[in-house]
């Protein structure tokens, strides 16, 4: 299983980002973006369940962040809008053998490389 994020790199506060990951085999698993920062624990963005019918949100980022995915091409989406300089850290993509969203990054199974944002203010 193979998960490719992309998309990250350096904007203004206020800015817009979209982020991407596409990944590999079957599409009945959950996806979700966690973010890192140097020193931190892994925190959870957003998740989407396989159907696009439950999505979920980390309390910091509601009301800003969009997540989306697309079975078909096996790709989960990340539209990032207001962003904050508190949004910088490195961004990954996710993937749990499970039916629903989950916030613990311990009950996901696959992992992308990570993808950086950095937001300035």
């Known amino acids: 299983v193979q998960l490719q994020a992309s998309g990250g790199g350096l904007v203004q506060a206020g800015d817009s980002l979209r982020l991407s990951c596409t990944t590999s085999?079957?599409?009945?698993?959950?996806l979700a973006w966690f973010r890192q920062v140097p020193g931190l624990e892994r925190e959870f963005v957003a998740g989407?369940?396989?159907?696009?019918?439950?999505?979920l949100y980390g309390d910091s980022v509601k009301g800003r962040f969009i997540v989306s995915r697309d079975n078909a091409k096996k790709t989960i989406i990340l539209q990032m809008n207001n962003l904050k300089p508190d949004d910088t850290a490195v961004y990954y993509c996710?993937?749990?053998?499970?039916?629903?969203?989950?916030?613990?990054?311990?009950?996901?199974?696959?992992w992308g490389q990570g993808t950086q944002v950095t937001v300035s203010s």
């Open positions: 996710a993937r749990a053998r499970s039916l629903s969203v989950s916030r613990l990054a311990a009950m996901y199974h696959y």
């Open positions: 085999g079957r599409t009945l698993d959950t």
């Open positions: 989407i369940d396989s159907s696009n019918s439950t999505t």
